[in-house]
C-alpha cells in the first residue's frame, strides 16, 4: 500500500507531461505542414512574373528564372517567346551582360530543339560558343544541335574540342561516327563506330536528361533521314551503311545486321561495312560470324586500323587475347610490310602490359615507312608511361615533324617538359595547341607552367580564361 501511495505522484506527472507533449505536437503539425502547403504556391509565383525571382531586383534574371520554369515544366512553346525578350534585352554593346547570360542562348536552343526547329537552335548554339568559345560542358547539346540541323562538319568540330580533353568517353566517337555516315565518309565513320563500341557506348549515353552528344531522338532523326536517302536511290549502299551505323548505337543489332547486309549485296567491296556488321555480331555473341567479317575486310583492304581493332576485340570477348598473337603473326607471314599490322601487335602487348614487345613492334613499323606517325607516337607514349621522359620528347619531337598541326602531340610534349621541369618549353608547346584547339585544360596547364616560371600575373591571366567555361549564370 505504502509503495503504491509513493508512486502515485510521479505517475500523474508522467500522465501530464504525455498530455501536453500530445497538445505540443497537434499545435505544431500544421505549422510543420504549412511550407509544403505554400511549396507549390511559392514555385508558381517564382515564375509568374520578374519580380518573383531570387534576385529581385535583377530583371533579366528574373525573366530568366521565368523561362526556366516554363522549361522544368515542359512548355517550351510558352518559354520561348520568354527566351526572345530576354535576349532581345540583351544590348550587343554590352559584352560584359551578354557573357553573363550567354548560357541564355544555350537554352533557348534547346526549346527550339524540342520544338523541332533545329536550323534556328544551331543559330543559337553557334552564339553561345562564340560567347563561350572555351566551354566544354556544353559540347554535348551543342554538337547534337548541330548535327540534328544537318551542320556534321561542325558537329564533328565541337564533339573534337570535347575529346580534346576526355578522350575515353564514347558519346562523342558515336556522334562523329553517324555525322561521317552521313557525310559519306565511311572509312572516318567506321574508325568512330569502332572507337564508340571499344568504350561502351549505351543506352545511358543517350539519356536526354544528361544532355548527351546523341538522345534516342537524335538518332531516331539520322535513321528517318538515312531511310528517306534511301527510298530516293535504293540502289546506293550509302544509306544502308548508315542505317546500319545508327542500328547499332541504339544497340538494335539485328536490324542494324540486315542493313548492312543490304548495303554489301550493293557493293560486295564494302569493308567498312563488313566491320561494322563485325561489331554488331560481336554484341549478339556471335563470334563465327564476326571473325569472317573481320577476315573478308582485312582481306579487301589489309591497312585499316579499324579492322585489327575489331579483331582485337573479338579475342577479347572471347576470353583468349593471347591467341590474338599467332594470329596475326600468320597474318605478319603473309603481308609481312603492313604497318597497320605491326600497330595492331603493338595494341595487343599494351594490353598485357609488355612494353618492351611493345615499343618493338612499333619499331618494325617504322622500319616498313619512317613516316608512320602513329607508330612514332606510339612509342612516344610508352616511354612517357614508363617515366622515360627524354626518349618520350624525343618520339614526341618526330611526330611533330610528320604532323606539324596535331595538337595532340604538342599536348603530350608539353607534359613531358613539365615533368622534368623545363616548364619553358612546357609553355611553349602549351600555347601552340591554344593556337590550334584552344581548350581550359590547355589554359589550366600553361598557368601552372607560367606558376612555377614565377610568372604569377600570365598565370592568373590563364586561370581566367580557363574559367570562362563555366558559362552559368551566378
Known sequence: MNSWRSTLPSAVLT???????????????????????????????????????????????????????????????????????????????????????????????????????????????????ALQPL????????????????????????????????????????????????LADYTASTNNITEAVKLNFNAHDREIRLEPFCSDETLELFDKRFLAANRKDPQAPGPYFGRGVIHLLQQQYKTGIEELTASLRLKP?????????????LAMNDLKGALKDINSAIEINPNEPASYATLERYYLLSSNLDAIFPDLNLRLKQNPRSTALWIAQAHAYAHLRDSTKELDAYAKALGIDHGCADAVMGQGRVYQQLSEYTKAIDCFTSAIKLQPKNYEIYKERASCYFAVQDYKRATSD??????????????????????????????EQDKQKAKQNEGQLD
Not at 554535348?140 to 564533328?156: N, T, Y
Not at 591554344?434 to 614565377?454: F, K, N, T
Open 135 to 182: 566551354c566544354r560542358w556544353s559540347c554535348g547539346l551543342s554538337g547534337r544541335i548541330l548535327a540534328e540541323a544537318q551542320q556534321f562538319k561542325d558537329a564533328i568540330a565541337t564533339a573534337d574540342k570535347y575529346i580534346f580533353a576526355i578522350q575515353n568517353h564514347a558519346p562523342p566517337f558515336a556522334l562523329r561516327a553517324a555525322c561521317y555516315a552521313a
Open 430 to 459: 602549351l600555347t601552340k595547341v591554344i593556337e590550334l584547339a584552344p581548350d581550359p585544360h590547355a589554359y589550366s596547364a600553361r598557368a601552372q607552367c607560367y606558376a612555377s616560371l614565377g610568372r604569377l600575373d600570365f598565370a
Open 15 to 129: 500522465a501530464f507531461s504525455l498530455l501536453l507533449l500530445a497538445l505540443l505536437l497537434l499545435a505544431l503539425v500544421p505549422l510543420a505542414l504549412l511550407p509544403l502547403a505554400l511549396l507549390p504556391l511559392v514555385s508558381e509565383s517564382a515564375y509568374a512574373s520578374p519580380r518573383g525571382s531570387a534576385h529581385g531586383s535583377d530583371d533579366k534574371r528574373a525573366i530568366f528564372d521565368k523561362a526556366m520554369g516554363y522549361v522544368y515544366s515542359n512548355h517550351n512553346d510558352a518559354a520561348l517567346p520568354v527566351f526572345n525578350t530576354l535576349v532581345q534585352s540583351l544590348d550587343k554593346s554590352d559584352q560584359a551582360t551578354r557573357l553573363k547570360y550567354a548560357v541564355v542562348f544555350l537554352r533557348r536552343a534547346r526549346c527550339l530543339e524540342k520544338l523541332g526547329r533545329y536550323q534556328a537552335a544551331a543559330v543559337d548554339v553557334k552564339s553561345f560558343s
Open 269 to 281: 567491296a564494302f569493308w567498312q561495312a563488313q566491320v561494322v556488321r563485325a561489331n554488331c555480331r
